[in-house]
DNA sequence: CTGGTACCGTAACAGTTGTTACGAGACGGA
DNA sequence: TCCGTCTCGTAACAACTGTTACGGTACCAG
């Protein structure tokens, strides 16, 4: 694993244990197991690591839900599995949230950070949006579409934030509800 | 106003144009137009300023629901009235779901902020909870609040960042859809 | 006018921050 | 073996952080 992209998972566990705040250069420097020369003489400034890291996770999301898609055996299917992994179910996607969470708020202060956030949102909400197309449902797909992906961040920045409140099996029947309300239910028929 | 509260609403504006990393003593009294030794001498430490900041923006939003919940002529209109107060539409609130967003990524360090975070998340749940259990939607009322509040929260999140990509008509155009799918629309019959 | 008290601005403290500079050491070709 | 280069740990820098201590000043009872 080449050392950038040691570096930029660091990030994540800082910004996954330690929140925001604390997400400084030396904490990733330890949670990556070097010091701050390493980080410093691969990226030019901390702004430059943060980007990165959250570049990757975009990538990283990207993979796994192409994947996902690709296995699918139709695209109600194919929907279904990309929300569902977007929810927090365990503990590794519970800390993927929370990294996005911090992320986002990060972007406040960080105009670079908020267009990479705009970016990969959107690049998000128009791959939704296309098989929301393709399942087609009854109502606009557009607004379905935004529906879909607001209801799952929400959920899993809920989920991130009080895990118990919002175990698996909530997020899920959330999930299968609300494709079933929007008539993109797997079975066929619309009702599940 | 109370010195309390005038410093609560610096630690907002500071929150929201400048963000959680940018958050400090010198900033929030800047904002509030005086030095740090009144704020110093109002809490007793920085944690504490936050968590009266964040309890505050409780406060302001519920004294608002209720507001609207009492106004609203029946139980599918005051859902609705509330539900679309959460979406981030013009200036105000746009700045109140980043910085919602920014206490819950200060509250991955801070136990108490997280405390503070699920107490609140927990009594807006109920509140939507009870309204549409009144309301009678033909699937599971408590499923249909986790799907509802789950998905204003993160059209919100969504619009703060990307205002110009969530506009408001985009924003009450997935509310309304959301509604009609769940059988709660204000019109009888549950299409719109 | 006098004394005291509560408020809050000023200035300082130690610790931490991002960033830079420097030097040791590993590695590889000649 | 020797020398250059590339990598990265060490240490330092100024700026900034939360917090504390001190001093002045406005106000008010007597």
Redesign the pocket.
Known sequence: MP?EERLSKAVWDVLAEQGLE??????VAAAAG?????V???F????ALLRHARQLLHETTKARVETLEAAAASPRAALRAILHQGLALDPQTVAESTVWLGFLAAAVADEELTDLHRVNSRAWRTRVGRLVETCGPPQDPATVTVALIAMVEGAAAFAAADPSAYPPAVQEAMLDSALAAFGLSEDPGGRR
């Open positions: 050392h604390r997400l400084t250069i030396r904490a070097c010091t701050t020369g390493l410093m003489h691969r030019p400034n901390r702004r």
